[in-house]
């Protein structure tokens, strides 16, 4: 996703003036079609997160629209204070882009994984939080989004060929967007995950069990009428994300049942696990924490004969 929205972000920038593109020294093969069509409204602010938060806020307060990036967990966590004070606080159209959702960093180990990100931020009222599933849908969510008010926070992945099938780009903020239709359970999955999730769908119809796969892109708004009707319509529904379990999407699903007052059984399928001193692939840390499409089959049917959630 990071070469479209460098792409995507540059087609804006030419048609308004007010939009920067700050960095914290991240982004090189990523940010240069921004960066050498438009050097004035690019600044690399060194390793130094919490300053670029700073620093965007001023601007955005003199009537700029800054676009922040870094690697998820430092975009986020490093500078969780500055955005609070700042952006939040004073409602300014500061754009934070976190890259690396999940665990799309996995050899460079935890201190590199975006998997609690999107359940830090979320508490944040006001701060919209934009998780695209695929590189079409991200490019759909800026151009929605990205001159709306307040501050947003873009969850994005690296990969460029990653397509969510039956998506088609489509985004529309504070929805969920069905991909797929069934009857005897629905999935609710974000971001990079939807593939999966959409390929474990296809496999568990070929054992007769039949899947809703919907996508939620966005938090504040969020998607709870959408999912509060699947809710009504499944009697179970389970939510897949590369992000720890409380917090984040699996809480937005559990609170959603609670609140709606329906009888639907909720399994969260997440990260469960702190760091257990191993590093590899981000597949690798999919087949570790059971977000894989083989452990995401085998959940499903263990539930199916009646084992114990």
């Given at each position: 996703?990071?070469?479209?929205?460098?792409?995507?972000?540059?087609?804006?920038?030419?048609?308004?003036?007010?939009?920067?593109?700050?960095?914290?020294?991240?982004?090189?093969?990523?940010?240069?079609?921004?960066?050498?069509?438009?050097?004035?409204?690019?600044?690399?602010?060194?390793?130094?997160?919490?300053?670029?938060?700073?620093?965007?806020?001023?601007?955005?307060?003199?009537?700029?629209?800054?676009?922040?990036?870094?690697?998820?967990?430092?975009?986020?966590?490093?500078?969780?204070?500055?955005?609070?004070?700042?952006p939040v606080l004073h409602r300014l159209p500061v754009r934070i882009v976190g890259v690396g959702a999940g665990f799309?960093?996995?050899?460079?180990?935890?201190?590199?994984?975006?998997?609690?990100?999107?359940?830090?931020?979320?508490?944040?009222?006001?701060?919209?939080?934009?998780?695209?599933?695929?590189?079409?849908?991200?490019?759909?969510?800026?151009?929605?989004?990205?001159?709306?008010?307040?501050?947003?926070?873009?969850?994005?992945?690296?990969?460029?060929?990653?397509?969510?099938?039956?998506?088609?780009?489509?985004?529309?903020?504070?929805?969920?967007?069905?991909?797929?239709?069934?009857?005897?359970?629905?999935?609710?999955?974000?971001?990079?995950?939807?593939?999966?999730?959409?390929?474990?769908?296809?496999?568990?119809?070929?054992?007769?069990?039949?899947?809703?796969?919907?996508?939620?892109?966005?938090?504040?708004?969020?998607?709870?009428?959408?999912?509060?009707?699947?809710?009504?319509?499944?009697?179970?529904?389970?939510?897949?994300?590369?992000?720890?379990?409380?917090?984040a999407l699996g809480s937005l699903v559990a609170e959603t049942i609670a609140e709606a007052g329906t009888a639907s059984?909720?399994?969260?399928?997440?990260?469960?696990?702190?760091?257990?001193?191993?590093?590899?692939?981000?597949?690798?840390?999919?087949?570790?924490?059971?977000?894989?499409?083989?452990?995401?089959?085998?959940?499903?049917?263990?539930?199916?004969?009646?084992?114990?959630?």
């Amino acid at each position: 996703m990071r070469a479209t929205f460098a792409k995507t972000l540059t087609e804006i920038a030419r048609e308004d003036k007010r939009v920067l593109l700050l960095t914290a020294d991240l982004g090189y093969m990523a940010l240069e079609p921004f960066a050498e069509a438009f050097p004035e409204q690019f600044i690399n602010v060194g390793v130094a997160e919490q300053n670029m938060v700073g620093i965007a806020t001023g601007l955005a307060d003199g009537g700029f629209i800054p676009f922040l990036y870094s690697i998820a967990p430092f975009a986020s966590l490093r500078a969780y204070e500055f955005i609070r004070n700042g952006p939040v606080l004073h409602r300014l159209p500061v754009r934070i882009v976190g890259v690396g959702a999940g665990f799309e960093y996995g050899t460079a180990g935890p201190t590199h994984h975006g998997i609690d990100d999107a359940a830090a931020l979320r508490p944040q009222p006001g701060l919209t939080i934009i998780t695209p599933a695929d590189a079409l849908q991200m490019r759909s969510a800026m151009l929605a989004t990205w001159d709306g008010d307040g501050p947003i926070y873009y969850r994005i992945g690296k990969e460029e060929k990653v397509v969510v099938p039956g998506l088609d780009g489509r985004f529309r903020l504070g929805r969920a967007e069905t991909v797929r239709e069934g009857n005897d359970l629905a999935f609710v999955v974000m971001g990079a995950l939807a593939p999966e999730v959409c390929a474990a769908a296809e496999q568990l119809s070929e054992r007769g069990i039949s899947a809703t796969v919907a996508v939620v892109s966005s938090f504040n708004p969020s998607p709870v009428e959408d999912l509060a009707l699947l809710a009504q319509a499944h009697r179970l529904l389970v939510s897949v994300e590369a992000q720890h379990v409380d917090g984040a999407l699996g809480s937005l699903v559990a609170e959603t049942i609670a609140e709606a007052g329906t009888a639907s059984k909720l399994v969260r399928i997440g990260v469960r696990r702190s760091p257990q001193g191993r590093s590899g692939s981000q597949r690798f840390y999919h087949a570790l924490h059971d977000l894989s499409q083989t452990a995401i089959v085998e959940r499903v049917l263990s539930l199916a004969a009646g084992e114990p959630v």
